[in-house]
């Protein structure tokens, strides 16, 4: 209690003890340290051991690599042997595979040369046969497109190329139909000034009726549409095919106004185009034939299409007449069969009097052969 209350003895008290506590520190360390230099030296000894032990392996081990090289070596003096024997022998396997192909390639190489030698020959035989060909088809061509352009210089006037165009329509039409049933230069009226080129002779209800065909060919406004089209510039393609379009439908619009007279013609016409790349590109703008057919009662028709178009033309016109000739024959039957009616209430008076004229033949016979008896009778009397 008095060291407790007395500062001074409390902290001679607290150093003893710490001084206590670093003592057993340095005792344990002591030992702690002798422990670690045994549990070192038992190591140390454990590694003596072991390297002792790996020394003997590396000797027993140096030993066998030894060995292992004297039979290497060995085993590589006979393996160079046999690779000396094997190189010799494939040497001399080469060496003949050599000389027979050598032998092989120059037999080939003769037969091959004979061959190209025979076929070039005949290859350069063709090649000039065929440039004399392409020299003499260069001369045709040089003809053709001289020809081209005297046509082209000819179709240049509108005179000619509608001289052009009735020529062919001319053609077409002597090869489809007989001469009796195409007239040429028709008079429409007749007995007028205005002739149409050539109308065919169609059937109709009251006879026969006449189809205008007329050839037109309006050449410039194709040429500046396929010029432009060439030239790939859309403006100028869509302003041309415009002025074509009106080009068309404008000598619809003539053919109208001067072929179509009823009852003298038939209520259509035909207009031909003369070349198949003129009605294909009118044929190709859109509703153009439907609105010319429409407006103007103008059938457009080009080389390929005019059989075909005239042919339907006289079927349709062949098929109204012989609708019309079917009335007529129902009437004529209708008639016939009154008539025939008639004929039989004849017969059937004719049969009564035939009956009547029997009877009174009988009565007739009758009397005669009382006659004959009442002679026989007087002749036998005199007798």
């Known amino acids: 209690m008095d060291a407790l209350m007395n500062p001074t003895g409390v902290s001679g008290v607290w150093i003893g003890v710490a001084l206590a506590l670093i003592a057993v520190a340095v005792i344990c360390g002591a030992l702690l340290h002798a422990r670690s230099e045994r549990r070192q030296a038992r190591a140390l000894l454990r590694l003596r051991q072991d390297a002792a032990q790996q020394s003997e392996a590396v000797t027993r081990l140096s030993e066998g690599l030894n060995a292992a090289l004297r039979q290497i070596e060995a085993m590589s003096g006979a393996m160079e042997l046999r690779q000396d024997r094997m190189r010799r022998t494939l040497d001399e396997r080469m060496e003949l595979m050599n000389r027979a192909n050598e032998r092989r390639l120059e037999q080939m190489q003769a037969l091959v040369s004979d061959k190209l030698d025979g076929r070039l020959s005949e290859s350069f035989g063709a090649v000039n046969d065929q440039l004399a060909n392409v020299h003499r088809g260069l001369g045709e061509m040089r003809e053709l497109a001289a020809g081209v352009t005297d046509l082209q210089k000819m179709l240049g006037g509108v005179k000619t190329r509608g001289v052009w165009g009735e020529v062919q329509l001319r053609a077409l039409l002597e090869q489809l139909f007989a001469p009796g049933q195409v007239v040429e230069n028709a008079a429409i009226p007749e007995g007028s000034q205005t002739r149409v080129e050539f109308a065919l002779r169609v059937p109709a209800g009251d006879g026969e009726r006449l189809l205008p065909i007329d050839a037109k060919f309006p050449q410039e406004d194709y040429l500046r549409l396929v010029e432009a089209s060439e030239a790939g510039n859309a403006e100028a393609v869509q302003r041309s095919g415009m002025q074509m379009e009106r080009a068309v439908a404008e000598q619809a619009r003539r053919i109208h106004d001067k072929y179509i007279r009823p009852p003298r013609t038939t209520d259509f016409a035909v207009m031909f185009l003369p070349t198949e790349s003129l009605y294909a590109e009118v ?23 005019l059989c075909a178009l005239l042919t339907s033309v006289q079927m349709g016109m062949r098929t109204v007449t012989l609708e019309k000739r079917s009335g007529e024959v129902l009437d004529m039957l209708s008639g016939m069969k009154q008539d025939f009616a008639r004929f039989d209430e004849s017969i059937q008076r004719m049969r009564q009097r035939l009956t009547q004229a029997e009877g009174e033949l009988d009565v007739l016979e009758r009397q005669s052969r009382r006659v004959l008896r009442a002679l026989d009778n007087v002749d036998g009397t005199e007798i």
């Open 283 to 305: 044929a190709r703008r859109e509703g153009l034939i439907g609105r010319v057919q429409e407006r103007f009662r103008v059938l457009i028709s080009g080389p390929a299409t």
